[in-house]
């Protein structure tokens, strides 16, 4: 499974933007799916998740709220809606797959074992 997110780009506070990422591969449906972020100088931080049917998401305490993570499993596809952006959460934005257990609800980037490239999220006050 190959990932490619896409959808960055810049946006002033209060604005929004959608990021998709594709995945190549059959074994996409059965993947659970995250996004993480990174901002200059900053660890990777985890953003959300969503189960391989969709049906569980989970979201960091920052975004909750603001963001939606959802997948189109027809198009292998996931999306990450960004609502209400601060300007704090200008960062790279990775999606990535995990294709294993987690013992901790797949909030760790550690529980991921492929990566897309980044996407420049950057929010202008």
């Known amino acids: 499974v190959q990932l490619q997110a896409s959808g960055g780009g810049v946006v002033q506070a209060g604005g929004s933007l959608r990021l998709s990422c594709a995945a190549s591969g059959r074994t996409f449906s059965r993947l659970v799916m995250g996004w993480f972020r990174q901002a200059p100088g900053k660890e990777r931080e985890f953003v959300a998740r969503i189960s391989w049917s969709g049906g569980t998401t989970l979201y960091a305490d920052s975004v909750k709220g603001r963001f939606t993570i959802s997948r189109d499993n027809s198009k292998n596809t996931v999306y990450l809606q960004m609502n209400t952006l601060k300007p704090e959460d200008t960062a790279a934005y990775f999606c990535?797959?995990?294709?294993?257990?987690?013992?901790?609800?797949?909030?760790?980037?550690?529980?991921?074992?492929?990566w897309g490239q980044g996407t420049l999220v950057t929010v202008s006050s």
């Open positions: 990535a797959a995990s294709q294993g257990p987690s013992g901790d609800g797949w909030r760790s980037e550690y529980d991921y074992d492929i």
